[in-house]
């Protein structure tokens, strides 16, 4: 699998734009589709451990067909706030993310992870 996008950031300042272009390519060995997984309306912290693919995950793509709200290696850390696309690049390692869906919709994610 071939894993390759591009992320292009307009910043718009006193009537002039810049545009900034970020693009990610990651070799088939290293990221991994972690699984797809379904997500409840009104669920809160659902718990994915890592462990079993990745040592330490140091980018993590979560791709959901509703806006879904992710915490980083413990329920206790602050949320990111909810979105469809979730695009992380860590220096410090993720072990485990917690999902939460108050999206008035069932979820389903395709993560995908390396390390």
Do not use: C
Request: without cysteine; glycine residues 2%.
């Amino acid at each position: 699998m071939n894993f390759n996008a591009s992320l292009v950031l307009t910043l718009i300042q006193n009537a002039m734009e810049n545009e900034y272009t970020a693009t990610i390519a990651q070799i088939p060995a290293k990221l991994k589709e972690y699984k797809q997984i379904t997500v409840a309306e009104a669920a809160s912290d659902i718990e994915i451990d890592f462990s079993d693919l990745i040592t330490s995950v140091e980018e993590l793509w979560i791709i959901s067909d509703a806006p879904v709200s992710v915490k980083l290696n413990a329920s206790a850390n602050d949320a990111i706030p909810a979105s469809k696309i979730i695009i992380l690049s860590e220096t410090t390692a993720i072990t485990k993310i917690f999902v939460s869906n108050s999206s008035g919709d069932t979820a389903t994610i395709d993560i995908f992870a390396a390390g």
